[in-house]
């Protein structure tokens, strides 16, 4: 695990003819081969070869002279992604504090790293360095914080950077600027004290007794954010038995680097409350720094009564390290709709890829509900879809919602398509979606809110916003809202008059959460263009549009007020930082995808700006129906950005087979 220290040497890469990529029921592994025989009975494949930023041969096309044959160049071209179950794959990086975690938890863990890995995760790092101050963001493309410059700092001297390699030069000179890994943000401090190069003692406590409280306390972690709380879980039960690696060289030599000033000398009561200026998104509340000063006298008992040591069995939903394992059923699901609805689908050479996305998505869907659901604060999945595979097992209201429309598309639009999927687990995700609609209305991600708003008060990770409890999101409720009545055109007597009901309550959710200016703001990408598609195009489905509705006529009219000069749209990702429209210095081809789409739902009544987004996209695409990678699309938490690289490809086809459609293929 120690390897040798590389000093000054070039980033060294591994082979990458080596490297590929295998499924199986959507789950995605890279493997790297080491003899030629298996090189040889194994043949890289085109999807390897794409992911891995390899060459390979593709057909090119002469200059398409209608949006739909630039459609289908583009779906050409995308067709070849599609993997061999059926799913498209995507490269999900860009918040930039998920390989610290597994490294150093590999390295407590003395599970060794794999030599391939070590450096390709060595190369990755030093590529999304911060190419002025050698530092690393939150995500790729922020400024450099403490949290991502001394965990990323701490991973590449666990991998085998030396000290005096000038990355690590750089970067450490950064992290000094800005006080050191004293000022870490809590996420940070927690991995840092794990790894004994910070002291619990400087940690806010993490209290795992809240699990022991009953669930109708407001505060009982079973309420917050699924996420939020599958964090706080392993957190606490780290916390509470001050879980810390053994002290090792590089430890030792950890402790002088990351800090200012002697390890020895630093006082940690102080650090609990230091989060450094460049990292801070969430200050903590008057509350929460309240609640911190009586969790720290608490710390400060003997445990007497037992209560940690009980807290510390309790142990629900495991102590699994869960993130996100792919996009596979939501790039998939949308794909297969962007190629119904645009005409691709028919035809014949796309058969087989529909009938493998519709194999994929039957396979996708869950198809029981979670074991020791109560104990362990799950809501039922029996006939859900979750974001990625059918193994990771939580349903998503919006992935729900696309993977029944994306299947009743594909089985009853087509007529070479089996049904593979019968009635009755068809209405299995409708019961599911029947019983996630929140009081507002709107639906949430993965469960219906369980906990008030007032719970942000108490929010720790100074590094993200919203993230206690569950809202509802536009995005999500349109997604539903959208499924439900696709649901209802062919089987129009299951749970009507439920189904009517919700129809008016979130629809009601809808108009109330349209800002003054008339965007919607979106959580899970960036941002008013993402989120105001979803809406538009879900009212459309109820037949509102530019004409009749005064609430689509003013979403229309907002996003054509963000119109560029050269006809696109490009939103910047501080648009979900600040609340407010920020325009990213270019056009970007999602952002413009997005925005038309929502035009062309709402019957915006002027061709002339669609036509000049759809002019945009067009002189992007390359001669082989290629979009390069733009600016990152997507974002959690309103401060971490992530990206959809597929959505390029998704959106910008679904536009243009739209516009060819409305406007007679001008
Ligand atoms: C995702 C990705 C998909 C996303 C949509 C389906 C697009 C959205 O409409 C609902 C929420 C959901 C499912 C979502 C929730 C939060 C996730 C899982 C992520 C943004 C991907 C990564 C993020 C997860 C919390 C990252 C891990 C980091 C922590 C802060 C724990």
Not at 243 to 259: D, G, H, V
Not at 590 to 602: C, D, F, K, P, R
Request: negative net charge; contains cysteine.
């Amino acid at each position: 695990m120690h390897s040798k220290p590389i000093i000054n040497s070039d980033i060294k890469s591994t082979d990458l003819n080596r490297w590929r990529l295998k499924v199986e029921h959507g789950r995605q592994t890279w493997h790297y081969l080491e003899n030629d025989d298996e090189i040889k009975s194994w043949p890289q494949s085109i999807v390897d070869k794409y992911w891995i930023g390899l060459p390979f041969q593709s057909k090119t096309f002469e200059k398409p002279k209608t949006a739909f044959e630039a459609a289908r160049n583009g779906f050409e071209f995308f067709k070849q992604l599609q993997t061999a179950d059926g799913h498209w794959a995507g490269e999900y990086g860009g918040p930039m504090f998920l390989i610290p975690g597994l490294i150093i938890a590999m390295y407590i863990t003395h599970i060794p790293i794999p030599e391939v890995w070590r450096i390709e995760i060595i190369r990755y790092l030093i590529n999304k360095a911060n190419p002025v101050d050698g530092g690393w963001g939150l995500h790729i493309e922020h400024h450099s914080t403490v949290f991502g410059t001394a965990l990323n700092y701490v991973v590449l001297r666990i991998l085998g950077l030396d000290p005096d390699h000038p990355v690590m030069v750089k970067s450490r000179a950064t992290l000094h600027k800005f006080g050191g890994a004293i000022g870490v943000p809590s996420w940070g401090k927690f991995w840092l004290a794990s790894l004994n190069v910070y002291d619990w003692e400087g940690l806010n406590p993490i209290p795992p007794e809240l699990w022991l409280l009953p669930y109708f306390v407001p505060f009982h972690p079973g309420r917050y954010w699924v996420h939020t709380r599958v964090v706080y879980l392993p957190m606490g039960y780290c916390y509470g038995c001050r879980l810390s690696a053994e002290i090792t060289p590089l430890i030792e030599q950890l402790r002088q680097e990351l800090y200012v000033q002697p390890y020895e000398t630093i006082n940690w009561s102080k650090a609990r409350n230091n989060i450094a200026e460049v990292d801070l998104y969430a200050p903590h509340t008057k509350l929460l720094k309240f609640c911190n000063y009586m969790l720290n006298l608490y710390e400060k008992l003997p445990n007497i009564l037992g209560f940690r040591n009980l807290s510390l069995q309790e142990r629900p939903e495991g102590m699994m390290m869960s993130g996100t394992n792919g996009t596979q059923v939501w790039d998939t699901a949308f794909t297969a709709l962007a190629a119904i609805e645009i005409g691709l689908a028919d035809d014949p050479s796309n058969h087989q890829s529909m009938i493998h996305a519709l194999e994929f998505l039957e396979d996708a869907q869950i198809k029981k509900n979670p074991k020791d659901s109560k104990r362990c604060y799950r809501d039922n999945t029996l006939g859900a879809w979750g974001f990625s595979t059918r193994d990771q097992g939580y349903n998503v209201s919006d992935c729900a919602a696309v993977g029944i429309k994306a299947v009743l598309n594909l089985q009853n639009k087509l007529s070479y398509t089996p049904d593979l999927i019968p009635k009755e687990r068809l209405c299995q995700t409708i019961d599911i979606l029947l019983s996630m609609q929140n009081t507002d209305g709107g639906f949430a991600s993965y469960e219906r809110t369980r906990g008030s708003k007032l719970l942000e008060w108490l929010n720790p990770a100074e590094v993200f916003g919203n993230i206690m409890v569950e809202y509802s999101y536009p995005e999500c409720t349109s997604c539903v809202l959208t499924a439900l009545k696709t649901f209802q055109n062919w089987y129009p007597d299951y749970r009507a008059d439920e189904m009517n009901q919700i129809f008016k309550n979130a629809l009601k959710y809808l108009y109330n959460c349209q800002d003054e200016d008339g965007g919607w703001y979106g959580s899970w990408a960036i941002c008013f263009t993402y989120a105001s598609m979803f809406a538009i195009q879900c009212l459309e489905s109820f037949g509102e549009t530019y004409e009749n509705s005064p609430v689509v006529k003013k979403g229309c009219d907002f996003l054509i007020s963000k119109q560029k000069e050269d006809g696109g749209w490009g939103e910047s990702y501080k648009s979900c930082e600040t609340g407010t429209y920020v325009h990213h210095e270019n056009s970007q081809v999602v952002n413009t995808a997005w925005a038309l789409l929502a035009l062309i739902a709402g019957k915006y009544p002027n061709e002339e700006p669609i036509r000049r987004g759809i002019q945009l996209i067009v002189s992007r695409q390359l001669p082989n129906g290629e979009w390069k990678q733009e600016a990152i699309e997507g974002v959690f938490n309103k401060n971490c950005a992530i990206s959809y690289p597929n959505y390029k490809f998704i959106f910008t086809i679904w536009a243009l087979g739209k516009y060819a459609k409305l406007y007679n293929n001008s």
